[in-house]
């Protein structure tokens, strides 16, 4: 099983709401990554978690909260986003942290986010 | 100034018809990637390259890492409808910025029947 499961799959929100986006692995993956995509663009990373501690914020506005509850779950708590801030977030994960340069990283199929 | 430089970045082709993405850089990488991206899609890993000179194939897929491991390019043979997608490089970062996976502009491949 090589999948990581991203839910929901759309989500529409305002930009006064606050939502979640949620992620799980059943992989044994210890790093864990969000990644926000605009169209015909490349992903952008946002996070990376390593054994379930923040190691990389890529200078992310506050509105938006990771949050790693155990090795298999990731979520991403958004509240009061901007219309700019539609895209599709793709959560993400590898085998190893440090030193693992050379794993895999398996994506997700995105949630396609749109704030009205 | 981007850490990878992929070309072209849009491609629209006949079916049956040969074609090469190239992906440049300054840097010297231990390792690279190529993901193809489907509409509506996540990133799926097609090869990863590490030995400068390598030469991979997946199918009518053609990779090859430069000598120098500073570029890379993907050639695809009699493309077909079902190769349309937006086919990225990408790199990994190491140490302290690990897990930072940088990708090039990406290449989005049109392939009519």
Known sequence: ?116 | TQLLEQSPQFLSIQEGENLTVYCNSSSVFSSLQWYRQEPGEGPVLLVTVVTGGEVKKLKRLTFQFGDARKDSSLHITAAQPGDTGLYLCAVRAGGTSYGKLTFGQGTILTVHP
Not at chain 1, 13 to 19: I, P, Q, R, S, Y
Not at chain 1, 69 to 77: A, E, F, I, R, V
Request: aromatic fraction near 10%; proline fraction near 7%.
């Open chain 1, 1 to 116: 099983d090589t999948e990581v499961t991203q839910t929901p799959k759309h989500l529409v929100m305002g930009m006064t709401n606050k939502k979640s986006l949620k992620c799980e692995q059943h992989m044994g993956h210890r790093a864990m990554y969000w990644y926000k995509q605009k169209a015909k663009k490349p992903p952008e990373l946002m996070f990376v978690y390593s054994y379930e501690k923040l190691s990389i914020n890529e200078s992310v506005p506050s509105r938006f909260s990771p949050e790693c509850p155990n090795s298999s779950l990731l979520n991403l708590h958004l509240h009061a986003l901007q219309p700019e801030d539609s895209a599709l977030y793709l959560c993400a994960s590898s085998l190893s942290g440090p030193g693992g340069s050379g794993n895999t990283i398996y994506f997700g199929e995105g949630s396609w986010l749109t704030v009205v």
